[in-house]
C-alpha cells in the first residue's frame, strides 16, 4: 500500500516537470524596421502547435511549447519566407530578419490566409493588414477601400470614417495631407485606424486619425501611378498622378489632381419670410467649377538616429455661377413681381508647407520637430439684381481674405517595457485679414490668435488589459478689431481596451475638446448679398466645449468583422444664430454663445469577407439631438461591396447622407450612390466604367431655417447628375528589380539569430 502511495504521490510530482516554454523575438526586414502582422507559425508531427502574430514592433510570443522538435516559418507577403527547424528545451527568444521578395516571384505565391480578417486593438485605435488583392491594388486609394471604418472615394481620391467624419491621414506618423498617389499598396505593412487617438492632436479638432505604416525599400526604384477619369461628354472628369524616386536613404515624390464640372446645370428654389415680408424666388443656374491640387515633397534617412521629411503643396479652387429667374416679392402695401440675375465668382488658393525632422537617443527615446506654414487666400465676388415695376435692389458683395498661420511642434517620447510616454508642446500664430471694398464704406477686418498647448500621453499595452490617458492645456490670445481676449481649456482623453485575442478588442473612452469660433463667425461687418437679411459676425465668440464618453467593440471571426458603437456627447457654449429686425424691417442674423446640445448615437458597422471575390459592409447609424427647445433624431445607412473575378471587379456603394441640425437650421442632401466596372488588362493598366446618382431621384440639396419669426428655404435640383457615367484608366509603373532567389535558412545564416534566456 505504501510502495502503491509512494508511486502516487512521485507521480504527481512529475507532471509539473513536463513544463511548457515560452518563445518570444521580433520581425525585421533587413533596415532593421519592424515588421507588423508578420506571421510566426510553430508545426509538430504535421500538427500546428502555436502561431501568433508580429505587433506593431514586430514582437512576438508563443507560450505553451513543450520540450520537442518545431517546424518553424516566419512569412510576411512581399517578403522571403524563412522556415527553421528548433528544439526547444527552455523559455528563447529568436530574431529574424525577413528579405525582400521580388515583385515577379510574388506572382507565385499562393496566400493561404485572408490578413484582411486580423485585427490588433489598442487602446487608441485598431490596426488592420491589407489582403493579397489589396496589395495588388492599382493605387493607394483602391487598397484602402477595404479597410473597415473607412470611406474612400476612388473617383475624388478622399478619405474619410465610414460615417462621415473628417479624418487626418498621416504616413508612418508624419502628416502628407491626401497626397497618396504615389504611395505603393505592395509596400504597407499595416493601417492603424485611431477613433480614440490622444490628446496630441485634439488641439487641431481630429478625433478620427489614420496612420499608413509602410516598409522602406532597399534598393533604388521608380513608381508611376496615373488615373484619368471623365464623363463621355467631357464636362465632368478628374485626373490624377504621382511620381516617386528613392533609396533605402531618401525619396522625392510629386502628385498631382485636377478636377473639373462644367456647365453644371441646376433649378434653384428659394423662399423667404419675415414678420411682414415674403419673398419667392425661382431661378435657372449653371455653374462651373475646378480645383488643382500639386504635391512635391521626400525624405531623408540622414543617419540611423536622423530622419527628415518635408512637402510643399499648392491647392486651388476655381468657381463661378450665374443664375437668372423671376421673384415675387409681397407685403401690407403691395405685391410685384421681379426680374432676378445673380452672379458669383470665387478663388481660393492654399499654400502649405511642412518639415519634420525625428532623432532617435536610442531604440526607447526620441524627439520629433516639426514646422508648418500656411498661406490661404481667398477671392469672392457676389453680385445680385432685382428688378421689378416700382421695385429695386443691387448689392454687389467682394471680399478679399488673406489667412497666415504657422505652427512649431516639439514631441519627447519614451518607450518602456509594456508602455510610452508622449510630451509635446505646439505653438501656433494665426492672423486673418479681410477687404471688403465693395461696401459704401470699405471695411478691413483684422484677426490674429496666439495659442500654445501643452499635453502629456501615457500608454500602457498590457495583456488583455491595455490603457491610454492624456491630458492637453489650450493657452488663447485673441485680438479681434484691436479687442484683445484670452481663454484657456482643458483637452483630455481617456480609453481602456480589452484584448480578444488577434481578432479584436472591446473598447471605453471618454474626451474633452473645444473647437474655435472661424474667422467668418467673428467678422462684424455684412457679407450677404440679400435684401431682406443681413448677416455678421460676434468678434466677443469664444469657443464651444464637446465632452464625449463611449463604448465600442470591434470583432472578427472567420470572415465576418463587427464593430457597433455608443457615443454621447455634449456641447457647451455653443455657437448659435440669434438675430433682431432693423427699422426696414431687415432681419439681422448674428451668432452668440447661447446654445447646448446634447447627442446620443449609436452606430454599428459590418463586414463580410467572400475570400478572394471581394467583400461586402454595411454600415448604419441613429442619431439623437437635443437642444433647448426641441429633439431631432435620424437615421441613416450604407452599402458598400467589392466583388471580384478573376481581373474583373464591381465595387460600389448605396446610402443615405446624414442631414444636419442647429437649434434652428436643418440641411438635407439626396441620396448617393455610385457603381464601378474595373477591368485590369495587365499588371500595369486597368479600365473602368462608373455610373453616379443611378438611384434615389436627382441630386438634391436643401436647407430651412427657422429663427423667430424669420424662416428661410432654398433648394437645389441638379438634373445633369442622374445617371452620370463615368469612363477612365490607371496606369502604374514601377522600375523592375533583380530577383533573389529563396532558400531555407539554417542558423548560420545571417537573418537569423538565437539568443537564450
Not at 55 to 81: A, H, R
Not at 230 to 248: F, K, W
Not at 484 to 513: A, E, I, P, Q
Not at 627 to 654: A, C, M, P, Q
Request: hydrophobic share 30%.
Amino acid at each position: 500500500m505504501r510502495k502503491i502511495d509512494l508511486f502516487i504521490i512521485l507521480s504527481l510530482l512529475f507532471i509539473p516537470l513536463q513544463a511548457q516554454y515560452r518563445i518570444t523575438g521580433k520581425v525585421t526586414d533587413e533596415n532593421k524596421e519592424p515588421i507588423p502582422g508578420a506571421s510566426v507559425v510553430f508545426v509538430q508531427n504535421d500538427s500546428l502547435r502555436g502561431m501568433t502574430l508580429t505587433d506593431n514592433d514586430g514582437k512576438w510570443t508563443v507560450d505553451e511549447l513543450w520540450k520537442g522538435e518545431y517546424q518553424m516559418t516566419i512569412s510576411f507577403i512581399g517578403y522571403t519566407p524563412i522556415e527553421h527547424k528548433v528544439f526547444v528545451t527552455k523559455n528563447m527568444n529568436m530574431d529574424f530578419i525577413l528579405l525582400e521578395e521580388m515583385v515577379e516571384a510574388l506572382d507565385e505565391v499562393t496566400v493561404t490566409a485572408n490578413r484582411a480578417n486580423l485585427i490588433k486593438s489598442n487602446p487608441k485605435g485598431s490596426t488592420f493588414f491589407l489582403s493579397s488583392n489589396a496589395q495588388n491594388a492599382m493605387n493607394i486609394y483602391g487598397a484602402l477601400s477595404e479597410i473597415p471604418m473607412l470611406s474612400v472615394n476612388e473617383v475624388e481620391h478622399t478619405i474619410s470614417t465610414a460615417f462621415g467624419g473628417q479624418v487626418l491621414v498621416l504616413i508612418n506618423g508624419v502628416p502628407r495631407g491626401n497626397a497618396l498617389e504615389s504611395v505603393d499598396p505592395k509596400d504597407v505593412l499595416s493601417v492603424e485606424v485611431m477613433d480614440t487617438p490622444s490628446a496630441r492632436y485634439l488641439s487641431e479638432g481630429f478625433t478620427q486619425v489614420v496612420n499608413i505604416k509602410t516598409r522602406r525599400k532597399a534598393h533604388k526604384y521608380q513608381l508611376l501611378n496615373i488615373s484619368t477619369e471623365h464623363n463621355p461628354g467631357l464636362y465632368t472628369g478628374s485626373a490624377n498622378g504621382g511620381y516617386e524616386l528613392g533609396t533605402d536613404k531618401y525619396s522625392f515624390y510629386v502628385n498631382g489632381r485636377m478636377f473639373y464640372f462644367n456647365d453644371n446645370h441646376f433649378d434653384q428654389t428659394d423662399e423667404q419670410s419675415t414678420s411682414n415680408t415674403n419673398k419667392t424666388q425661382n431661378t435657372n443656374g449653371i455653374s462651373d467649377q475646378y480645383s488643382y491640387n500639386v504635391t512635391l515633397g521626400g525624405d531623408w534617412v540622414i543617419n540611423d538616429k536622423s530622419y527628415l521629411s518635408y512637402n510643399a503643396a499648392l491647392r486651388g479652387i476655381p468657381t463661378e455661377s450665374t443664375q437668372e429667374g423671376k421673384g415675387k416679392l409681397e407685403n401690407k402695401e403691395f405685391i410685384t413681381e421681379y426680374d432676378v440675375y445673380k452672379h458669383s465668382k470665387s478663388s481660393s488658393w492654399v499654400n502649405v508647407y511642412n518639415l519634420y525632422h525625428r532623432y532617435v537617443f536610442n531604440k526607447n527615446t526620441t524627439l520629433e520637430n516639426s514646422l508648418n506654414f500656411t498661406y490661404n487666400w481667398n477671392d469672392d465676388r457676389d453680385e445680385q439684381m432685382e428688378e421689378g415695376t416700382n421695385y429695386l435692389y443691387q448689392n454687389l458683395n467682394r471680399n478679399r481674405t488673406d489667412v497666415y498661420t504657422g505652427n512649431y511642434t516639439a514631441v519627447f517620447g519614451k518607450s518602456f517595457k509594456k508602455s510610452a510616454l508622449e510630451i509635446g508642446n505646439k505653438l501656433q500664430y494665426e492672423r486673418m485679414d479681410l477687404e471688403q471694398p465693395s461696401s459704401v464704406i470699405p471695411n478691413n477686418f483684422t484677426h490674429s490668435r496666439w495659442k500654445e498647448y501643452l499635453y502629456a500621453d501615457y500608454t500602457y499595452n498590457g495583456n488583455p488589459f491595455s490603457f491610454s490617458t492624456s491630458l492637453g492645456w489650450d493657452l488663447t490670445f485673441n485680438e479681434v478689431e484691436g479687442k484683445k481676449k484670452n481663454y484657456s481649456r482643458l483637452k483630455y482623453s481617456v480609453s481602456m481596451d480589452v484584448n480578444l485575442g488577434k481578432h479584436g478588442g472591446v473598447k471605453l473612452f471618454t474626451r474633452g475638446y473645444t473647437v474655435d469660433p472661424s474667422s467668418a463667425y467673428l467678422n462684424p461687418y455684412d457679407t450677404s448679398a440679400d435684401s431682406l437679411l443681413i448677416v455678421q459676425g460676434n468678434p466677443s465668440l469664444t469657443p464651444y466645449y464637446y465632452k464625449e464618453v463611449g463604448l465600442s467593440a470591434g470583432y472578427s471571426f472567420g470572415n465576418i468583422y463587427i464593430w457597433p458603437q455608443l457615443v454621447y456627447s455634449h456641447c457647451s457654449d455653443m455657437i448659435t444664430a440669434m438675430g433682431y429686425y432693423t427699422d426696414d424691417n431687415i432681419y439681422v442674423s448674428t451668432y452668440g454663445n447661447t446654445d447646448k446640445e446634447e447627442q446620443l448615437s449609436a452606430r454599428a458597422f459590418i463586414r463580410y469577407s467572400l475570400g478572394k471575390w471581394g467583400e461586402i459592409s454595411y454600415t448604419a447609424s441613429y442619431n439623437r439631438h437635443f437642444f433647448y427647445t426641441e429633439v431631432k433624431d435620424w437615421f441613416d445607412h450604407r452599402v458598400n461591396w467589392n466583388f471580384r473575378y478573376k481581373n474583373v471587379s464591381l465595387k460600389g456603394h448605396i446610402g443615405t447622407v446624414s442631414p444636419s441640425y442647429t437649434a434652428i437650421k436643418k440641411v438635407e442632401r439626396s441620396i448617393e450612390s455610385l457603381a464601378t466596372l474595373n477591368w485590369s488588362v495587365s499588371k500595369q493598366l486597368s479600365l473602368r466604367a462608373s455610373v453616379r446618382y443611378f438611384i434615389g431621384g436627382p441630386k438634391t440639396f436643401e436647407q430651412q431655417t427657422r429663427q423667430n419669426d424669420y424662416y428661410s428655404y432654398y433648394r437645389q435640383e441638379f438634373d445633369g447628375r442622374n445617371y452620370l457615367a463615368m469612363i477612365g484608366l490607371t496606369y502604374r509603373w514601377q522600375n523592375k528589380m533583380k530577383a533573389r532567389k529563396t532558400k531555407k535558412l539554417d542558423v548560420n545564416d545571417e537573418r537569423f539569430n538565437l539568443l537564450t534566456e
